[in-house]
């Protein structure tokens, strides 16, 4: 039996096109919109950021006040703050490592895009979708780093038990947009299909 040629599979001219369009609208989109939600809830909860001297000698911004609002009582809260650092402050000392760590980022996810694009296995749309996920999402974080320093966080989630309050670290649109860009391509590798190649002596 005749062995398909693997490429005939490559995709087109147009085809890439799409798929370079849907990586770029979807993070865009995340981009666009975790930087108009940050600048939205600032506004909304009237957040005072002046800067203060750091113990290197540096200028560091800083919620100095604000009016935290209750949206869903125990569980979700409009909270300001701003993270120095990566999830839940790490490396708070290290931001500029952080936005240039960032902006390599943005090009290893185009990178896998363009890898992707040419092999002849063609990527499916939400393998697409989901880097374009992380790419809205870093992009979001990296102005952040660029411009302020830190990134501009927002979401509290958080739950009571007796007495006690259990806060998730606050984050934003661009975290959550990393956050499920990392579980889409982890679903879509732990319920990936291998290509059936049939055997060359089984007659057809």
């Known amino acids: 039996m005749h062995l398909p040629d693997p490429n005939d599979e490559l995709l087109s001219p147009a085809a890439r096109k799409k798929a370079w369009l849907l990586f770029l609208c979807t993070a865009t989109l995340i981009a666009g919109l975790d930087l108009w939600t940050k600048a939205a809830v600032f506004d909304l909860l009237e957040v005072r950021s002046p800067t203060r001297s750091t113990q290197n ?3 560091q911004i800083y919620v100095a006040s604000q ?4 949206l869903i009582p125990g569980f979700f809260d409009l909270e300001a703050n701003y993270n120095y650092g990566a999830f839940n402050g790490w490396f708070a000392s290290h931001t500029k490592l952080l936005a240039l760590l960032s902006c390599a980022a943005l090009l290893v996810i185009a990178s896998v895009l363009w890898y992707a694009l040419g092999r002849s296995t063609a990527p499916s749309r939400w393998f697409i979708l989901a880097l374009g996920l992380l790419a809205g999402g870093t992009a979001g974080n990296f102005y952040d780093r660029f411009e302020l320093q830190a990134v501009r966080d927002w ?3 958080y739950i ?3 007495d006690e309050e259990y806060v998730w670290p606050n984050f934003n649109i661009a975290d959550s947009g990393i956050c499920a860009g990392v579980i889409l391509i982890v679903f879509l590798e732990l319920f990936r299909k291998e290509p059936r190649v049939n055997d060359p002596e089984t007659p057809s």
């Not at 009016?67 to 209750?70: A, F, L, R």
């Open 57 to 59: 000698g540096g200028e």
């Open 67 to 70: 009016q935290e609002k209750t």
């Open 160 to 162: 009571v038990v007796g």
């Open 155 to 157: 979401i509290k989630w």
